[in-house]
């Protein structure tokens, strides 16, 4: 399998080198400006692409990476660093907690591969796998955006109240 787990990452590689040229709609933009590119990137993915297979778009066929059983934590590791790069070469860009290990994120790539994707020239497309529900969070123990979210809603609510109550003294008739 070691011989394999080379083989592919020679490809996953060479794949790099094959870069899209950037769409017409570019030709034009402001690169040091920041809101322009990204609004850019929102129009070439949702007006300028039609959705495609991320093995299409990286030119890595799916059935080329191994189930992750039949490899060790060390090569998913591996696997999981060259795909990851690859995909930021081809503007995706994977959102997992930064303390998840390398080796835990290629199931979640390999899935990712069999997925349909605007293919972009430029800008970054984020790939989220957290549906927001702590009950189905996929990164146990790793992510803490569920627990920040409720937090943020629970301060939320305590200052909506506040404004309520600060709302009901202001319609007292006091005589001062």
């Not at 660093?81 to 959102?95: C, S």
């Not at 990164?139 to 404004?163: L, V």
Request: aromatic letters at 12%; proline letters at 7%.
């Amino acid at each position: 399998m070691n011989n394999y787990i080379n083989q592919l990452i020679e490809i996953i590689r060479e794949a790099t080198t094959h870069v899209k040229p950037p769409h017409e709609i570019w030709n034009d933009a402001d690169p040091d400006d920041e809101i322009e590119l990204e609004d850019m990137s929102h129009v070439e993915k949702y007006i300028y692409g039609d959705e495609i297979p991320v093995s299409e778009i990286t030119g890595i066929d799916a059935d080329m990476l191994p189930p992750p059983e039949k490899l060790s934590y060390k090569q998913q590791a591996l696997l999981a660093g060259e795909l990851e790069k690859l995909l930021l070469n081809k503007h995706f860009a994977l959102d997992f907690p930064q303390s998840f290990p390398a080796d835990r994120r290629y199931s979640f790539i390999r899935k990712f591969w069999s997925e349909n994707h605007v293919e972009m020239s430029f800008g970054t497309s984020h790939i989220e796998f957290c549906s927001y529900e702590k009950e189905y969070c996929p990164f146990p123990g790793y992510c803490t955006t569920c627990d920040e979210i409720e937090e943020q809603f629970r301060i939320d609510e305590e200052n909506e109240k506040r404004k309520r109550d600060l709302g009901d003294i202001d319609d007292l008739d006091l005589p001062f």
